[in-house]
T-cell receptor, first 112, second 113 residues
Framework: EAGVTQFPSHSVIEKGQTVTLRCDPISGHDNLYWYRRVMGKEIKFLLH????????ESGMPNNRFLAERTGGTYSTLKVQPAELEDSGVYFC??????????FGNGTRLTVT | QKEVEQNSGPLSVPEGAIASLNCTYS??????FFWYRQYSGKSPELIMSIYSNGDKEDGRFTAQLNKASQYVSLLIRDSQPSDSATYLC?????????????FGTGTRLTIIP
């Protein structure tokens, strides 16, 4: 079974640019989550999709972040325009109906 | 008060000894608890889940849960150098009907050969 895959693995962009992160969950997993780990801090929840619907987006930092999950399959997280404090590792995770989350390898975003 | 608290360490344990990792949580209604292991530069990997009070054993790992004290721990017996990693305690926290997995900061464990 393929795991959660994320693309790209690394991204370096300049302040003010746009970046789009992609997550492909495990096939059949309705739940898809985005988390972020900023250097030295804990992994923080960003949002949760159930299929294509946003169940909880209380962790999204501000309106520069936009997440979508069209068709309930893969998800994208766009940051526009990127700021220095957006640097960190963005993890995607998926699960099926209350089972434990499986994480992707993350996308390391560096904003310079 | 943080929702999930862990001692960030670092915690150093000699090879072959027992490593003990602790975690407390604030949401008294939480029912699901997890331990993840994260190697440097890698994604969190689930190693234990526990839902009921008491102990749950899986190989060299034992998770312990005490809901009355809002405390969950992870014991690693016969510690190996390959156990060196950051261990993340995670708890399902309910917030206005939404449940989300909330992490502690993690404890960095080093097993000394």
């Amino acid at each position: 079974e393929a795991g959660v895959t994320q693309f790209p693995s690394h991204s370096v962009i300049e302040k003010g640019q746009t970046v789009t992160l992609r997550c492909d969950p495990i096939s059949g997993h309705d739940n898809l989550y985005w988390y972020r780990r900023v250097m030295g801090k804990e992994i923080k929840f960003l949002l949760h999709f159930v299929k294509e619907s946003k169940q909880d987006e209380s962790g999204m930092p501000n309106n520069r972040f936009l997440a979508e999950r069209t068709g309930g399959t893969y998800s994208t997280l766009k940051v526009q325009p990127a700021e220095l404090e957006d640097s960190g590792v963005y993890f995607c995770a998926s699960s099926f109906r209350g089972t434990p989350l499986h994480f992707g390898n993350g996308t390391r975003l560096t904003v310079t | 008060q943080k929702e999930v608290e862990q001692n960030s360490g670092p915690l150093s344990v000699p090879e072959g000894a027992i490593a003990s990792l602790n975690c407390t949580y604030s949401d008294r209604g939480s029912q699901s608890f997890f331990w993840y292991r994260q190697y440097s530069g890698k994604s969190p990997e689930l190693i234990m889940s526990i839902y009921s009070n008491g102990d749950k054993e899986d190989g060299r790992f034992t998770a312990q849960l005490n809901k009355a004290s809002q405390y969950v721990s992870l014991l690693i017996r016969d510690s190996q150098p390959s156990d060196s990693a950051t261990y993340l305690c995670a708890v399902i926290v309910s917030n206005f009907g939404n449940e989300k997995l909330t992490f502690g900061t993690g404890t960095r464990l080093t097993i000394i050969p």
